[in-house]
T-cell receptor, first 113, second 109 residues
């Protein structure tokens, strides 16, 4: 099986812009979770989608949003970018049952200038 | 609030020596605990989970609810164990993982 893929792998934006990141889960996986990784805060949960519905949400401002399509692919969007949004954004997919393992993608490195 | 604490940011041991990476958690219910590992230039991957009670690559971890700890142990470290290790907690009934800050383990030859 192909692993979780994320595009693009690297992205440079300027403050005030918006960005969309994409995640393709492992075939058959219906749950996609997003995490932000920074040196200061570590890995923090953003949100989780299951069957096109947001099932869990972390403590991030409304500028961070996401969606999931019928094929389980997911996108996350960050509007009005701030310097502090510079981070590695990871997505993870799983079958969706609460005991299932999450498989992580390689991440998208976002730099905000 | 849920919290995972890994007190050591860096840990360096010699090959063949025992390794223990500490993890303490704060959670009011019955958490599910994990250890994830990230080798150089590789993606984050699951090492082991407490419900499996397995030994993976020689590593074991025991959940101690009294001490709210889930320390990762290996009796004889190998150079290929050098990596970043994250302890994580999952709320029962949710896919959300709460991660510790990670410990960078270096095994010296």
């Amino acid at each position: 099986k192909a692993g979780v893929t994320q595009t693009p792998r690297y992205l440079i934006k300027t403050r005030g812009q918006q960005v969309t990141l994409s995640c393709s889960p492992i075939s058959g996986h219906r749950s996609v979770s997003w995490y932000q990784q920074t040196p200061g805060q570590g890995l923090q949960f953003l949100f989780e989608y299951f069957s096109e519905t947001q099932r869990n949400k972390g403590n991030f401002p409304g500028r961070f949003s996401g969606r999931q399509f019928s094929n389980s692919r997911s996108e996350m969007n960050v509007s009005t970018l701030e310097l502090g949004d510079s981070a590695l954004y990871l997505c993870a997919s799983s079958l969706g049952d609460f005991l299932n393992e999450q498989f992580f993608g390689p991440g998208t490195r976002l730099t905000v200038l | 609030a849920q919290r995972v604490t890994q007190p050591e940011k860096l840990l360096s041991v010699f090959k063949g020596a025992p390794v223990e990476l500490k993890c303490n958690y704060s959670y009011s219910g019955s958490p599910e605990l994990f250890w994830y590992v990230q080798y150089s230039r590789q993606r984050l991957q699951l090492l082991l989970r407490h419900i499996s009670r397995e030994s993976i690559k020689g590593f074991t971890a025991d959940l101690n609810k009294g001490e709210t700890s889930f320390h990762l142990k290996k009796p004889f470290a190998q150079e290929e164990d050098s990596a970043m290790y994250y302890c994580a907690l999952r709320d029962q009934g949710a896919q959300k993982l709460v991660f510790g800050q990670g410990t960078r383990l270096t095994i010296n030859p």
